[in-house]
């Protein structure tokens, strides 16, 4: 079965980086498909308009989990714009590429990190700063 | 590290008595069991004795049993078979939700051909209510088609009684008996059963050999035409090897049954004590005793059922999943959905089926391998 998997989602999926959650989060965001049955949860911490820290939750299947994983490693350090446009296509290569079963409803990463920083955005335009994020500002 | 399987609801090893009895019909025993001519005579007599060995094993006559290359074959003839042989006589079949594709997609293909099919609901253990199925029959209906134990799920259903009920309104009556022949009695007249579907691969023959019983006086129109193979019901050279070693198969679940199924139901019930006596929020899927003694179906609360399958996978435990995705699938279980099992612990299930080459250490194995399995994946899921 396992052959069924590149090592680099297997790594993931055995050991994922960046698991839990922050309390006192910037941004929080979640992406679920009920009919496939994933759900990715994603906390983001903002610092100077940067991804301080990531953490996620995911409810999934190996590849799931895999690339929430991925898809933290790649956002911490990252500017909101940048981070923003991190594509499924991007994370589903940190894990050496999907399987057409597994590219749409498996990939939640990218999406979940995206509703994140969009509620930073929303929650700091209510507190009466700019949105930071240029194409949305 | 050992290998532990617990899949045998989707194939089973070949029984190394089973491989013994098949080894002379390669090389020497090969003749084409039509020829005319000794070596075809002698291909001609194994499988002969191989047909008695099924018919007994049913409790059926010789020439009421058809070979086919898969229990899926045998499903499709069956009710392909009866729907284009009856169609002067009704077009109305009756089936269930919760049918194994084979039978589900026989179905909607006669649908195509415009046939109507009345898919009957479960209740929550997965049981089918024969007092539905009498109210769905109508003046039209040729065919009922039910399950006789439900590949995921394990759940029996009361064969005898909708047979009854069959029989009453005159009502051709098939059952799926792939996981049930071999593992509980299948006797076709206790069953009340026209037609009956059996695969060689669930029980320790191998893979591309099936056979469907057709009751006497039955008519079934061929789905595979040329010469006359199976009295005129299934074309093709037999595949003489493989049906000699369904024989043998037959032969011993008929003598060991009733044994391994005291033994199964014991190793099953120890495994399913020994998980939830470690882990919380763990439900069975099924009914609770009306269930083969193989198949365990737990859904773990929070998890998904493929990432405890590759977990277990990689630990050498091979067990089964109904939940999204692992067979190419986006949709969940159509059993557990419509047995009405919420959509998150549908995806959350996983299928121990037990067979000859487990152990109770292979149950203690799997029970000391699952919880950190389970807490691992509890961590990091966002459903509490």
Known sequence: MTDRY???????????????????????????????????KVWIKVGDDRITDV??????????IATSSAMTELAVGKSLDEA??????VVAQAVGGLSPD???????????????????????????????????? | MKKIYL?????????????TAMHPYFSEVFGNPSSIHAFGRE??????????????????????????????????????????????????????????????ASCAYLEKEGFRVTYLPVDGTGRVDPDD???????????????????????????????????????????????TAGKLPVDVDALNVDLLSLSGHKIYAPKGVGALYIR???????????????????????????????????????????????????????????????????????????????TLNLSFAAVEGESIILSLDMEGIAVASGSACTSGSLESSHVLNAMGIIPELTQSSVRFSLGRTNTPEDMETVAEALPPIIERLRAMSPLT
């Open chain 1, 102 to 137: 597994k590219a749409h409803c498996s990939n939640l990463g990218a999406a979940a990190l995206y509703e994140a920083i969009m509620n930073y955005v929303v929650r700091s335009v209510e507190r009466g700063r700019v949105g930071c994020i240029a194409s949305e500002a």
């Open chain 1, 55 to 64: 953490k996620f939750r995911a409810f999934g299947c190996p590849a799931a």
């Open chain 2, 7 to 19: 899949d045998h609801n989707a194939t089973t090893p070949v029984d190394p008595r089973v491989l």
């Open chain 2, 216 to 294: 006497k006086g039955t008519k079934i129109t061929p789905l595979i035409h040329g010469g006359h193979h199976e009295h005129g019901r299934r074309a093709g050279t037999e595949n003489l090897a493989s049906l000699v070693g369904l024989g043998k198969a037959a032969e011993i679940a008929g003598a060991e049954r009733a044994e391994e199924y005291k033994r199964l139901t014991k190793l099953r019930d120890a495994l399913h004590k020994k998980i939830t006596d470690r882990i919380e929020r763990v439900f069975l899927n099924g009914h609770p005793t009306q269930r083969i003694a193989n």
């Open chain 2, 43 to 104: 291909a001609k007599e194994a499988l002969e004795r191989a047909r008695g060995r099924i018919a007994h094993l049913l409790r059926a006559g010789e020439r009421e049993i058809c070979f086919t290359g898969s229990g899926t074959e045998a499903d499709n003839m069956a009710i392909k078979g009866v729907a284009h042989s009856y169609r002067n006589k009704g077009d109305h079949l009756i089936t269930s939700q919760i049918e194994h594709h084979a039978v589900l």
């Open chain 1, 84 to 89: 923003a446009e991190i594509t499924d296509d």
């Open chain 2, 133 to 179: 199925v009498r109210k769905a029959i109508t003046d039209h209906t040729i065919l009922i088609t039910i399950m006789h134990a439900n590949n995921e799920v394990g759940t029996i259903q009361a064969i005898p009684e909708i047979g009854r009920i069959a029989r009453e309104h005159g009502v051709l009556f098939h059952t799926d008996a792939v996981q």
């Open chain 1, 6 to 40: 590149d090592d680099k989602l297997l790594d993931h999926f055995s050991h994922p980086r960046n698991v839990g959650q922050i309390e006192d989060a910037d941004g929080v965001g979640q992406i679920g498909d009920s009919r496939c049955g994933d759900m990715v």
